[in-house]
């Protein structure tokens, strides 16, 4: 009876370790199976073979590696000057162009189509192709003046041109369990063109000697003197039928509900004013 029950203990033994082999052997070939149909030449021309989920229990399947580029071409012309002791003038402007093919380390910004990173190359959401910088600092030549001395001024000019920005069909348009990075069909990355920017601000100084090492010194200051209005984002949420061209621009005529609507703007002008003893 004893041996009866040690060999049935031993043959269970052996069918559960037979039994997990034939399991860890079905997932290595389910795995390879799964890879190679991954990079089958039917799923990169066609990626909906490869992401759709026939039994609709998977919501989104996220890998994430290091194959991201970028690369950054610029140039920078710059004027400086001195007159004398009472006035600077500060001039540059800086031509760049920023390409890569992805913008974040966040799922929102995976490629559009997963087994093509190279089909997301495009401008950078940093891309700033133009900027120009203009800086001047005015001091009061009456420096023995009790009513012209003291003051300085210094105005700073700035414009630089907007920002690309992705076009979105707001669907899943490649069946991919993830609708937040497609865009409509045909259109690349990035391809939206953003608002400019254009801001003028100003400091006003007035200072006054007390004594031998005693200064006050009134301010003012504005940010946005022109009080321009500088918008600083796009509904870029255009539809999945939205078609050329994808060069689009944002519009003030449109509510921010609507395709191409500006939906928020950088403040308008602001003005503070301050007091500094120094002693």
């Given at each position: 009876?004893?041996?009866?029950?040690?060999?049935?203990?031993?043959?269970?033994?052996?069918?559960?370790?037979?039994?997990?082999?034939?399991?860890?052997?079905?997932?290595?070939?389910?795995?390879?199976?799964?890879?190679?149909?991954?990079?089958?030449?039917?799923?990169?021309?066609?990626?909906?073979?490869?992401?759709?989920?026939?039994?609709?229990?998977?919501?989104?399947?996220?890998?994430?590696?290091?194959?991201?580029?970028?690369?950054?071409?610029?140039?920078?012309?710059?004027?400086?000057?001195?007159?004398?002791?009472?006035?600077?003038?500060?001039?540059?402007?800086?031509?760049?162009?920023?390409?890569?093919?992805?913008?974040?380390?966040?799922?929102?910004?995976?490629?559009?189509?997963?087994?093509?990173?190279?089909?997301?190359?495009?401008?950078?959401?940093?891309?700033?192709?133009?900027?120009?910088?203009?800086?001047?600092?005015?001091?009061?030549?009456?420096?023995?003046?009790?009513?012209?001395?003291?003051?300085?001024?210094?105005?700073?000019?700035?414009?630089?041109?907007?920002?690309?920005?992705?076009?979105?069909?707001?669907?899943?348009?490649?069946?991919?369990?993830?609708?937040?990075?497609?865009?409509?069909?045909?259109?690349?990355?990035?391809?939206?063109?953003?608002?400019?920017?254009?801001?003028?601000?100003?400091?006003?100084?007035?200072?006054?000697?007390?004594?031998?090492?005693?200064?006050?010194?009134?301010?003012?200051?504005?940010?946005?003197?022109?009080?321009?209005?500088?918008?600083?984002?796009?509904?870029?949420?255009?539809?999945?039928?939205?078609?050329?061209?994808?060069?689009?621009?944002?519009?003030?005529?449109?509510?921010?509900?609507?395709?191409l609507a500006f939906t928020a703007a950088f403040p308008a002008r602001q003005i503070q004013l301050g007091v500094r003893l120094s002693f």
């Amino acid at each position: 009876m004893l041996l009866q029950v040690e060999a049935a203990e031993t043959r269970k033994r052996n069918v559960k370790h037979k039994a997990t082999r034939r399991e860890n052997s079905w997932v290595r070939e389910e795995l390879l199976c799964r890879r190679e149909y991954f990079w089958s030449p039917a799923c990169v021309a066609n990626p909906a073979l490869c992401f759709a989920d026939a039994t609709e229990t998977i919501l989104q399947n996220n890998v994430y590696s290091s194959a991201g580029s970028a690369i950054y071409n610029g140039g920078i012309v710059e004027v400086k000057k001195r007159f004398a002791n009472h006035y600077t003038i500060l001039a540059n402007y800086t031509l760049s162009k920023a390409i890569d093919n992805v913008t974040d380390f966040n799922s929102d910004y995976s490629p559009f189509n997963a087994t093509c990173l190279k089909c997301d190359r495009g401008l950078s959401d940093f891309d700033q192709r133009h900027k120009v910088v203009i800086a001047a600092v005015l001091a009061s030549p009456f420096d023995r003046s009790r009513v012209f001395g003291g003051f300085e001024i210094a105005p700073i000019f700035t414009y630089n041109s907007g920002h690309p920005f992705n076009l979105l069909a707001g669907a899943d348009i490649n069946s991919d369990g993830h609708f937040t990075n497609d865009r409509p069909p045909g259109a690349g990355r990035n391809t939206g063109v953003g608002p400019g920017f254009t801001d003028f601000d100003m400091r006003l100084s007035r200072a006054f000697n007390l004594g031998e090492k005693t200064t006050l010194n009134f301010t003012a200051e504005a940010f946005n003197l022109a009080n321009h209005t500088n918008y600083s984002s796009v509904n870029n949420v255009v539809g999945a039928d939205f078609g050329r061209p994808f060069t689009a621009h944002g519009s003030a005529n449109l509510y921010p509900n609507q395709p191409l609507a500006f939906t928020a703007a950088f403040p308008a002008r602001q003005i503070q004013l301050g007091v500094r003893l120094s002693f």
